[in-house]
Each structure stands twice: as structure tokens, then as C-alpha cells.
């Protein structure tokens, strides 16, 4: 299966394109914004990806900066994909806006790389795991209704890694294998489940054992990879994910990104072989 064409990554991608194709003609926004008879807030917002943009307007755009029709073609695609909603809007009341913004990129990803210093990563995890630690979460003070949101949340982006959507590549500090969010059982079932799933051929779960080299001290960390577009490049440019209890952040300029790809290098460098990580995964599961 291939990723879906996401809302969130709709609008992103266009917004680039709208800043970088102005700049190809060698216009500033003001001046565009005086041809066009617009304000110069919503070139700047459009290109920014603060609004909607919507058909008409990038249509005017295109053909003012005289695009080509199979760009144009793209462009305008990605426009009507942008108007539409993802299934995870249905959840914004309960979410912080940068975990909705993640949610929308994970679903156009073909691949995600992490580093998870603390847990199961939330894409291998068990609901009654992913409900116990949401419901950790008191800086949030989250109620019980909200937990369980939180919770659909999780176990429905699931089904990118069950039907074998996005590749994962995991590499997870031993202590998230000791460390309990909920019941022995639940534990239990997660760490099985974990083991379960590492066996799918789009899974790499591999373990940063605690009696062995630890080459940073860093929070945990995710970095989406987005397919190719045929004669357009990658859909997207690679993005990491900040996680952190008062809401993620998000580092997308290239110098930056690839020194988190490095970064996972060296974690993968250092943590167990697949095989090893399987093996201590079972035993820790009681297998």
C-alpha cells in the first residue's frame, strides 16, 4: 500500500512552492501583492502555510507567475487536497495542535525513524498500554474522556504499520522495556506485542542495552520520510518530531534534520543487533 495524500502535507508542500516559485521570478511579495490587488498578509500567510489555500487563489498565482501546465497540474492537485480534512481533525478539541499537525505528516510518510529514550513507541503499542500512559500525563491534566481521545488516536494510526503502509525503524533504550505504565499484564501483553509486530518485514526494532555504550543523552525523537513524486522530488522534505510532555516542536531546515539522521546512526550503531533485540525482548516478555 502507499501513504495517503495527506491534507497537512498538501498544504505544506504548496506553501513552499508558492515562496519558491515567486522567488523564481523575481518578485517580492509586495510587489505581488500590488498586481494582484491582495494584501500583502495573504501572500505572506499563503506562502507561510498560516491559511488555507485555497483553488482559485493558487490558480491566480500560477498563472501570474506563468507556470507550466504539468506544474501547474501538481500544484493545483495538491490545492484540492488541501481544502479536504484528515480523519484526525475530528480529534483537534482534545489534542495539542502540534500533535495533530504529527499525525497529519505520519500519514503521508513512507518511513519514520525514532529513537525512543522512554517508552514503546506509540506505533507498537498495546491500547491498554497507550491508555495507561496517557493517562500518566498530569502536566496535561487530562480528564478520562480525553484519555480514551487520546487513545483512539494512537491505536488508529496503528494501521499505517498492521497493513504495511509506512516502514519503521525503531531504536528503543532498554529501561522502556522495564519501565511499567499500567499492570505487570500489561506490560506483559505490550512487550509481546512488541516482539509481534518487530516480525513484520516493515518493522526494525532494535534495543540500546543498559550495560553497554550509550553515545548521547538526548530526548526521544521521530524523522519522517516522505515518498517520491514522481518528476516533483520527495512529497515533502524530511521533518523531525520533538516529543515532550509540554507538546512537540517540530525542525525541518535540511542542515538540521540530517544531523538527527546521524544522530540515529550512531544510536543504531551502538544498540543490539535485530536478532539480540528479539531475543531480550522475549525474555523481558517472559516468551
Known sequence: MTPELSPTVCRRRLAVELRRLREAVGLSGVQVADQLKWSTSKISRLENGQILPR????????????????????????????????WWDAYADTLPESYVTYVGLETAAEEMLTWQSRGIPGLLQTVEYARALNSTETFTRLSPGEVERRTQVRVRRQALVTEQVLRVSAVVDESALLRRFGSENVMRDQLQHLYALAE?????VRILALDGPHPIDSDSFVILKFPEVN??????????????????????????????????DHLRDASLSEEESMTLIAARAEM
Open 231 to 264: 518528476g516533483f522530488g520527495p512529497l515533502y522534505d524530511d521533518v523531525v518530531y520533538l516529543e515532550s510532555v509540554a507538546g512537540g516542536t517540530f525542525q525541518e531546515d535540511e542542515a538540521t534534520t540530517y544531523r538527527f539522521r546521524l544522530l540515529l
Open 55 to 86: 483553488e482559485r487563489d493558487v490558480r491566480t498565482l500560477l498563472t501570474h507567475y506563468r507556470i507550466g501546465s504539468t506544474m501547474s497540474q501538481f500544484l493545483l492537485g495538491l490545492a484540492a487536497r488541501a481544502e479536504s480534512k484528515g
Open 200 to 204: 513484520l518485514p516493515n518493522v526494525s
